[in-house]
């Protein structure tokens, strides 16, 4: 299995304008969440990205592209048909072959050289299946992601064979079906929002949307890799980073942040919090004393 | 088979390790059947070594089982452990706190220095011993339980959520859309209750099915219920209502109940003994919607459910049980909490269907938590007993525990059994239609607690007690007749086998599952309905509650009706002698085929109970308009439409109007008259109870001024202070004994004038009438038991001896009517009731009294929950006392609650003032000698050569004690001043001054009648002057102390539902005439079955299991012998 393409799903309502969002990188250069995602991809081998938007949103992305523009697709999801719908007509225009699948309102910030993606389509080519960047989610926050339960793989460090995917459960739920041997009480392996995915694992999305039955739940890529878990292998990859929400309140002031501390500005970083923090305590003490 | 000391050699030992099925089930009076009392004590030793080392946990239970036995029966009946001697303060003070294991250690530490030639520990050390391992076997099973229930998957998370910021759940959108008028929609779940036709032998009780799945085994229906003749027909009887409203706190309403609560911080969540909403807080904290884990957070409850349902927003929460009384016997608790549990498990989407029925994983998530609620609020439930939940009729049964389960390794079966749709049947509707038209359900209007019986249960499953363990075979292989009975759809074998069960495992494993007022219904059905009435079924714990009767439907369409008619008669008859909550009732039920189940009602439709507008709306109307939220205002205007549109019978507006404008209650009533008519026909002294009253307020008496002054040096007996009399005693004392009562010189007085709140369980019940206990063939109650031992000396030498049974306000009545109902039973004796008339009218106990009877008083610890339960309580009742008003005269409750006789000290001067002793003088010139007992000393009787004995020694009274048992708790024999006395348990200096006294007093006397009169400062000629003998009476009562104690009584409200009112009273008791220094007594240490008191209905398993019930037989000669 060789991946080639990268498909970006950025089409979510209230979505829009997130990717466009201004970052500063690791090397302390002005980019923005879009051209970060692509660049990580790209370094991680990938030839070409789709990118799924709202109807109208092309002109400002293509903006924002600068050179990468010509290895950037833009496909339109016309209705807000929902996340899996917007997938679909991602993997379409690739072509239904395998590809790496990225959320846009996502950001990783890996602590390995070449990224989360790198490591991703590593082992997806050479297992030749399904993986998906899980992460140690404690259980106050899982309802918000999809959740993986399976066991760990021998000998592979961060490496899980998929049992179950389930999408938003309950802690209750997930401690009967998501339990995962080695992790600490009341975590569990959530979505990275990075998925290598394997043909079949196209094919039986695609079908599940065509058919209608999940394209407005939401719940689309979850049933069908749960699904596929029954029938095939499926992985899970916990590769060393952090994902970071951007449509959370402060989800990009804390991508930002993680960023700024791993780079250049560091020092410059430190010393402004530190300031901030400094300047709120003189204030607090000032008035305690009044 | 060889007895060794060391654990190889030991025959239970081995039984206990055995992995072949015959010898782990020999039961342990087999095992030990044979031995002597030295190797019974090295066994004991055995079993010890043998527990200390062993980490199997059901092993280590069973072999302290094992030495809670041997030290409790075997060894006592040998006559190895019965020397007297004291209670290691050290080590029963360990007991109490439930160091159950280091109890153990200190009791066997003190043993061993103290035992005797023959290495066998005091009566007092053993009882300890036994109490200890008693102790520590149900600690170890609960604690098993516990951790199952709290690492059962989908539990386990609600411990580790500590914060709001860390709490997991979201409301269900659906629950957040309002309508057109800002009205948030109603989530309703309605939930049957589960009827179990198999019982097989509590089987569904966790101990049981984790360490022996394979016998745990029932067949449970989910049924519909509704008041006989009720023509909306039966539904289930469970509705939990949830909505969201515009308020930052978590309302709770119980409608039955008529209880509301704003709870406004999460510790007011888990205060589940505050009020009576503890089964909805204990509901919503399993539900996860405020873990278990923020207990002990004092947050605010506004930070969940920001977190859960949003900002500025609430939940509301509203119960309604729809007619079903308290001791249904249908798990009616657990159904409501699993009811609870679904519905807020549906709203915060931890169920997925927000209505409809559940799916099977998700009614086993919701049975886990009602396990679980169960455990957080304090209160008892079975394994089968969330089986409303399911659909229709279902076998349950216990599994094996196998790897990967959070119970492997540790119990033989996992916690939660596994539900299936009885399979076999292929007509259903057929076999629905067959059980509901065949079975009449009725409710027998007893309530009792079923606790004591599941313990016994469990104590004896674990012994494998032969008797109940081949009983519980049995009951296992009539399950399979019940099964198949109802495959083929025949009601008459169906009817047998479960008449067998009740008849045969039930009554032998815990014969006082049934009882005489059971019997009687059983055998008035079946006279009404003849060869129609085909037979029986107990539900639950207990008979005399929840209960059914199979009737071939042939018998008629009234056949129900005839059913109550029958219960109402019965009820009559024996309701003196028993304790009802409630009159019986028959009811109408179906098989529900849907199980638990929820709707959404938005609009009109999201009308909640008419008795929930009646409690709120007054509240509402009492506040200013603009002070409502905008829900409260529209739903204020919805019941105004409402109302113009009702029909009739759905009686919203007169419910209104009856909360806004209360009619007066009739006032009760007890035997016709008023609390105040009662109190005036009875010489109720109004200015000493002022006087007692000012006192009390004051601080000159109460609980802790009843104790005689700490400097004072109360010490041991010594042996010399008492004669032994427990052996063989010399023939020349029994035949002066035979020649006394030849000659009509001794009678018996039995008091029988108490209250017996103990007895009745905080009811008022004529103690003597109880028929407690079968004899020879029939229950029989304690008052024909006396007369029976009575007319069984008589008869022996050929004469009628006098019996007096003193009687008072609570019970003369009672005892007459029975006389009168079946005047047979008491013949063969001379009979002769002595009435007391003094009457005291209890108080609501100061601040200062309740807080020394909680905290001041040595008592059981009990485990976490239950202790926590417990000072939730105990706070409530200060509020209740703070708010009624200290000291006040307690009126608000049935008049004979609010009345105490006024001590046993009266009940025999009594005899002076009311004539009988003066007339029974007259009768029989030469009586000299009473044997005044108790009514609950079921082994005393007039027993020759004590008679003989008390004559020859020439004493004005002799007191019968018996050596100190830990239990024992109430009075002993005490050398004070360098005098022998009796000191009362609440007068003892303190709390531990008891234990560290030998004997114990059994409260029988044998007094001279001239000596007695004497002390009074009487002769035999005054008895008839009436001013003369009260004047004398009133002397020596100033000269005996007056103590104020605290009993509790129940207040029922609802159907069957009660609150516990602890009250204070005042008393003067018979023992302290020993304190009078002119008054010379002997002491006589007599049998432990001669002493027994039974105080409660809990003793009476052990009672029985002591051997007792042979030995009163063999005293007796009931009027029915001939």
């Not at chain 2, 807080?281 to 539900?287: H, I, N, Y």
């Not at chain 2, 196998?402 to 059994?417: A, C, I, W, Y």
């Not at chain 2, 098989?591 to 509402?620: F, K, M, Q, S």
């Not at chain 2, 009687?807 to 009731?833: K, N, Q, W």
Request: net charge negative; aromatic share 6%; charged share 30%.
């Amino acid at each position: 299995m060789k991946i080639r393409t990268a498909v970006l799903t950025a089409a979510g309502p209230g979505q829009r304008g997130l990717p466009l969002e201004p970052l500063i990188d690791r090397e302390g250069r002005k980019t923005c969440v879009l051209a970060a995602q692509l660049d990580e991809v790209f370094s991680a081998g990938l030839e070409t990205a789709v990118l799924v938007v709202e109807p109208g949103a092309q002109p400002e992305y293509s903006a924002v592209l600068g050179r990468r523009a010509e290895r950037v697709r833009f496909v339109e999801q016309s209705e807000p048909l929902g996340y899996a719908h917007a997938l679909s007509l991602g993997l379409e225009a690739c072509g239904d072959e395998p590809c790496l699948h990225l959320v846009g309102d996502h950001l990783f910030v890996a602590d390995v050289l070449g990224g989360c993606a790198r490591a991703i389509v590593e082992i997806a080519e050479q297992e030749g299946t399904t993986v998906c960047a899980v992460r140690s989610t404690r259980e106050h926050s899982i309802s918000e992601f999809g959740v993986v339960g399976g066991d760990p793989v021998a000998g592979r460090p961060g490496l899980f064979e998929v049992r179950r995917v389930i999408e938003k459960p309950t802690p209750t739920l997930a401690e009967r079906e998501l339990l995962v041997p080695g992790l600490r009480a009341g975590h569990y392996l959530g979505f990275f929002g990075v998925h290598a995915l394997e043909r079949s694992t196209v094919r039986a999305l695609r079908e599940a949307v065509a058919v209608g039955a999940s394209a407005s739940s939401g719940l689309g890529l979850s049933k069908v890799l749960d699904d596929a878990a029954g029938s095939e292998r499926i992985l899970a990859f916990e590769p060393p980073g952090r994902r970071f929400d951007l449509s959370d309140r402060y989800g990009l002031f804390a991508a930002q942040l993680a960023i700024g501390l791993e780079g250049v500005d560091r020092e410059i970083l430190l010393e402004t919090v530190s300031r901030v923090l400094l300047e709120r305590e003189r204030r607090r003490a000032a008035e305690e004393q009044r | 088979m060889t007895v060794g000391s060391g654990p190889e050699t030991s025959r239970l030992v081995r039984a206990i390790r055995s992995t072949d099925r015959s010898e782990r089930d020999r039961s342990f009076e087999d095992l030990i059947d044979g031995l002597s009392v030295d190797e019974l004590l090295q066994e004991v030793e055995a079993l010890e070594r043998f527990r200390a080392e062993c980490e199997e946990p059901y092993a280590v239970v069973r072999a302290a089982m094992f030495l809670n036995a041997m030290y409790r029966f075997t060894l006592p009946r040998l006559g190895a452990c019965d020397g007297p001697g004291t209670v290691d303060a050290d080590s029963w003070r360990l007991v109490l706190s439930r160091r159950f294991e280091e109890a153990v250690q200190y009791f066997r530490r003190v043993a061993a220095e103290s035992a005797d030639e023959a290495g066998r520990p005091t009566a007092a050390l053993a009882s300890g011993l036994a109490a200890a391992y008693r102790g520590l076997a149900f600690q170890r099973l609960s604690e098993l339980v516990r951790k199952s229930v709290r690492s059962v998957r989908g539990n386990a998370w609600m411990f580790r959520t500590g914060h709001p910021f860390d709490h997991p759940l979201r409301i269900h959108k659906a629950l957040l859309e309002t309508d057109e008028r800002g009205a948030f929609p109603v989530l309703r779940e309605s939930t049957p209750v589960r009827l179990d036709l198999t019982h097989s032998a509590w089987s569904d009780i966790f101990f049981l099915g984790m360490d022996y799945p394979e016998g745990a085994r029932v067949l449970n229906a989910s049924v519909g219920l509704c008041p006989l003749g009720d023509e909306s027909g039966p539904k289930p009887p469970i509705d939990v209502y949830l909505r969201v409203i515009e308020e930052p706190v978590l309302r709770l309403t119980s409608v039955d109940l008529q209880t509301t609560a704003d709870l406004e911080r999460c510790t007011d969540l888990f205060d589940f003994g505050r009020d009576h909403l503890g089964l909805l807080k204990a509901g919503l904290c399993a539900a996860g919607f405020v873990p278990p884990g923020l207990e002990g957070a004092d947050l605010p409850m506004r930070a969940v459910l920001e977190r859960v349902v949003g900002p500025g927003l609430g939940l509301e929460l509203i119960t309604e049980v729809h007619e079903l009384p308290k001791g249904s016997r249908l798990a009616v608790s657990t159904s409501l909490l699993a009811s609870i549990l679904s519905v807020t498990m549906r709203a915060t989407r931890q169920v997925v269907g927000l209505e409809g029925a559940l799916v099977e994983a998700e009614r086993r998530i919701v049975a886990a938590r009602a396990i679980l609620g169960e455990w957080l609020g304090g209160s008892g439930g079975g394994w089968q007993d969330s089986g409303g939940i399911w659909p229709g009729l279902k076998l349950i049964e216990g599994e094996p525990a196998e790897e990967g389960d959070v119970e492997f390794e540790t119990s033989r079966g996992r916690l939660l059994p596994k539900h299936a749709p009885l399979q076999g049947v292929d007509d259903r509707v057929a076999l629905r239609r067959m059980i509901e038209e065949g079975l009449v359900l009725v409710h027998g209007g007893m309530a009792q607690d079923v606790g004591p019986v599941l313990e016994v249960v469990t104590e004896k499953y674990l012994l494998r007690s032969g008797d109940a363990w081949t009983a519980r075979q049995e009951s296992l292989r009539i399950t399979d007749e019940i099964l198949e009975a109802l495959r083929s759809l025949d009601l008459r074998a169906l009817a047998a086998a479960t008449t067998r069960t009740f008849d045969g495992p039930i009554r032998a494993i815990v014969p006082q599952a049934t009882n005489s007022y059971t019997e009687r219904l059983r055998e008035c059905v079946d006279e009404e309905f003849g060869e129609h009435s085909l037979g029986f079924v107990m539900l639950g714990g207990m008979s005399g509650g929840g209960m059914g009767f199979f009737l071939d439907p042939a018998a008629g369409e009234d056949r129900r009706l005839r059913v109550q008619a029958v219960l109402d008669r019965v009820h009559r008859e024996v309701q003196d002698g028993v304790s009802f909550a409630m009159a019986p009732r028959v009811f109408d039920f179906n098989i529900d085929e849907v199980g638990t189940r929820a709707r959404l009602l938005r609009g009109d439709e999201a009308r909640l109970p008419n008795r929930y507008y009646a409690l709120h709306v007054p509240r509402w109307l009492q506040r200013e308009r603009q002070e409502l939220s905008r829900s409260q205002r529209n739903e204020l205007e919805r019941l105004g439409e409402w109302s113009r549109l009702d029909s009739s019978e759905d009686e919203l507006v007169p419910s209104l109007l009856s909360r806004l404008l209360p009619e007066a209650e009739p006032e009760q009533r007890f035997e016709g008259r008023t609390l105040d008519e009662l109190l005036q026909d009875s010489g109720f002294d109004r200015r000493a109870h002022e006087r007692q009253r000012l006192d009390l307020i004051e601080g000159r008496i109460g609980l802790s001024r009843n104790r005689l002054p700490t400097s004072m040096v109360v010490r041991d007996a010594e042996p010399s202070d008492v004669l032994e009399t427990r052996g063989s005693m010399p023939s020349v004392w029994r035949s002066r004994g035979r020649t006394a009562l030849s000659q009509g010189e001794a009678a018996v007085v039995t008091l029988a004038g108490g209250a017996a709140s103990r007895w009745g369980g905080g009811v008022q019940v004529v103690k003597a009438l109880d028929p407690f206990c079968r004899f020879r063939g029939r229950h029989r109650s304690l008052l024909e038991v006396h007369l029976a031992k009575t007319r069984q000396i008589g008869s022996e030498l050929g004469v009628e001896i006098p019996h007096v049974v003193t009687t008072s306000l609570f019970t003369d009545a009672g005892v007459r009517r029975s006389i009168e109902r079946a005047p047979e039973l008491y013949e063969g004796v001379d009979l002769r009731l002595s009435p007391t008339r003094g009457i005291g009218l209890r108080l609501v106990p100061t601040l200062r009294d309740l807080r020394f009877h909680f905290h001041e008083t040595e008592r059981q610890t009990l485990d976490e929950r239950a202790e926590r339960m417990r000072d939730s309580v105990e706070q409530a009742t200060l509020d209740w006392a703070s708010e009624v008003g200290e000291a006040t005269d307690y009126t608000g409750n049935l008049p004979e609650l609010c009345l105490n006789p006024p001590g046993h000290f009266f009940e025999v001067p009594n005899m002076m003032r009311n004539g009988v002793l003066a007339d029974l003088c007259a009768s029989y010139p030469n009586l000299r000698t009473l044997c005044v007992h108790h009514v609950d000393s079921v082994g005393v009787n007039l027993q020759p050569e004590r008679l003989g004995l008390h004559l020859e020694r020439g004493v004005a009274a002799s007191f019968e004690v018996v050596p100190r048992r830990v239990h024992d708790a109430g009075g002993a024999l005490a050398r004070i001043d360098g005098r022998a006395r009796l000191v009362e348990g609440l007068a003892m200096p303190r709390d531990d001054t008891e234990w560290g006294l030998s004997y114990y007093n059994t409260g029988t006397t044998w007094v001279d009648i001239d000596r007695l009169l004497a002390l009074f400062g009487l002769d035999r000629g005054d008895l008839r002057d009436r001013e003369r003998v009260d004047e004398a009476i009133d002397g020596v009562a100033q000269r005996i102390p007056t103590y104020v104690t605290i009993k509790t009584v129940k207040r029922r409200f609802g159907l069957g539902q009660d609150d516990a009112h602890p009250v204070a009273q005042f008393e003067k008791l018979w023992g302290d005439l020993t304190s009078l220094p002119e008054f010379e007594t002997d002491y006589h240490l007599v049998p432990r079955e001669r002493g027994e008191q039974l105080k409660s209905p809990a003793q009476l398993d052990g009672w029985l299991r002591e051997g007792n019930q042979g030995f009163i037989e063999s005293l007796c000669r009931f009027s029915d012998e001939g």
